[in-house]
T-cell receptor
Framework: DTGVSQDPRHKITKRGQNVTFRCDPISEHNRLYWYRQTLGQGPEFLTYFQNEAQLEKSRLLSNRFSAERPKGSFSTLEIQRTEQGDSAMYLC?????????????FGSGTQLSVL | GQQVMQIPQYQHVQEGEDFTTYCNSSTTLSNIQWYKQRPGGHPVFLIQLVKSGEVKKQKRLTFQFGEAKKNSSLHITATQTTDVGTYFCAGKSGGSNYKLTFGKGTLLTVNP
């Protein structure tokens, strides 16, 4: 499978615990995005990387969230001291930027439930 | 900040009927993309529109980008049960070359 893969598919945690998600993008893609999606809503931008550099982080993202993309390959998203409001589907997407034509390839997501 | 609004939120049709969803942006867009998300699935890219007034077709799907580049529509002719899912528009504003802002989507259900 050469698509975007995310791990784990589901995560149940207790409030206050830390969680980490992993995303493996399509290998030749240079951009990687994290989005969050709740029921009945569209994906909400969290952050993005161009190669290994994190170039933008949403103002909506609290300092409990951190993302890394070492070596410009896979990425991790960590949420510290989880809250019930963090429950959502966390989607990773990658793209290959070419001129003005950029389309995002999404992974299947990690469904987080904070109890 | 940029806002992208979609209507309707839900649409239920009989198989064979047509369907249209509309997308409006609070700012002028450099381009607009459409994605489809099947129930339980993830968003899948359908198409990108870049030019003012652009119209593109994919089989039974017709996509339009408004003259002012602030609105767009997706029209499906003669819906089929395989069209079921949520259709999202997502726009990039002129000042951003990376950030796609998604609408809330239109959930289409089709009665066979």
């Amino acid at each position: 499978d050469t698509g975007v893969s995310q791990d784990p598919r589901h995560k149940i945690t207790k409030r206050g615990q830390n969680v980490t998600f992993r995303c493996d993008p399509i290998s030749e893609h240079n951009r990687l995005y994290w989005y969050r999606q709740t029921l009945g809503q569209g994906p909400e931008f969290l952050t993005y990387f161009q190669n290994e550099a994190q170039l933008e982080k949403s103002r909506l993202l609290s300092n409990r969230f951190s993302a890394e993309r070492p070596k410009g390959s896979f990425s991790t998203l960590e949420i510290q001291r989880t809250e019930q409001g963090d429950s959502a589907m966390y989607l990773c997407a990658s793209s290959l930027v070419a001129a003005t034509n950029e389309k995002l390839f999404f992974g299947s997501g990690t469904q987080l439930s904070v109890l | 900040g940029q806002q992208v609004m979609q209507i309707p939120q839900y649409q239920h049709v009989q198989e064979g009927e047509d369907f249209t969803t509309y997308c409006n942006s609070s700012t002028t867009l450099s381009n607009i993309q459409w994605y489809k998300q099947r129930p339980g699935g993830h968003p899948v890219f359908l198409i990108q529109l870049v030019k003012s007034g652009e119209v593109k077709k994919q089989k039974r799907l017709t996509f339009q980008f408004g003259e002012a580049k602030k609105n767009s529509s997706l029209h499906i002719t003669a819906t089929q049960t395989t069209d079921v899912g949520t259709y999202f528009c997502a726009g990039k504003s002129g000042g951003s070359n990376y950030k796609l802002t998604f609408g809330k989507g239109t959930l289409l259900t089709v009665n066979p």
